[in-house]
């Protein structure tokens, strides 16, 4: 059973750049043809794709995201991470990570709660 | 880029049928997937492809899909099945490639 788990700071200040890093047990993040990915979900609001990454490094990031988002995958260490800079209050966010198969999300983690605030 | 609308909210008793819809440009012609998301908890996903159900997920979970619009079907509602659910597509053609829709509040009368 494959399990994934957020870690990282839950509190980031204003225009810091926030990162988090997705550990993924139960199998190899390099096998089967599968993208890893990044979605968040500010309180009591839907929820916003981020970003995937294959485990060849390959990337697609959202638009609205693209210019302050890099997602990386560290395959020696089952992980990938997400980094995302300039961060404001409204980047303030449960952040999930989750594997990618065939176009749906078949596997989450937890969810990690990033606040942005001085 | 493409949107899915959702109804915000659908109220049914216990035993009854629940429907949430989907609605979206000719969504028949993309593979839609629905998840169901309990307070506090992380995203579950039900239904996939349409109408396919993942291992341990009830059957009284089937899903529907054509034209302008797609169907999250719930039979035999329980009292567990309360909880919020979103479709969602990817979207091959545009840059922003997975779309959610809005999410459905499911209430158990």
């Known amino acids: 059973q494959v399990q994934l788990q957020e870690s990282g700071p839950g509190l980031v200040k204003p225009s810091q750049t926030l990162s988090l890093t997705c550990t993924v047990s139960g199998g190899s993040i390099s096998s089967g043809s599968y993208y890893w990915s990044w979605i968040r979900q500010p309180a009591g609001k839907g929820l916003e794709w981020i970003g995937r990454?294959?485990?060849?490094?390959?990337?697609n990031y959202n638009p609205s995201l693209k210019s302050r988002v890099t997602i990386s995958v560290d395959t020696s260490k089952n992980q990938f991470s997400l980094k995302l800079s300039s961060v404001t209050a409204a980047d303030t966010a449960v952040y999930y990570c989750?594997?990618?198969?065939?176009?749906?999300?078949?596997?989450w983690g937890q969810g990690t709660l990033v606040t942005v605030s001085s | 880029s493409y949107v899915l609308t959702q109804p915000p909210s659908v109220s049914v008793a216990p035993g009854q049928t629940a429907r949430i819809t989907c609605g979206g440009n000719n969504i028949g012609s993309k593979s839609v997937h629905w998840y169901q998301q309990k307070p506090g908890q992380a995203p579950v996903l039900v239904v996939y492809d349409d109408s396919d159900r993942p291992s341990g997920i009830p059957e009284r979970f089937s899903g529907s899909n054509s034209g302008n619009t797609a169907t999250l079907t719930i039979s035999r509602v329980e009292a567990g099945d309360e909880a919020d659910y979103y479709c969602?597509?990817?979207?091959?053609?545009?840059?922003?490639?997975?779309?959610f829709g809005g999410g459905t509040k499911l209430t158990v009368l």
């Open positions: 990454i294959y485990t060849s490094g390959s990337t």
């Open positions: 969602q597509v990817w979207d091959s053609s545009s840059d922003l490639y997975v779309v």
């Open positions: 989750a594997r990618v198969r065939m176009g749906n999300f078949d596997y």
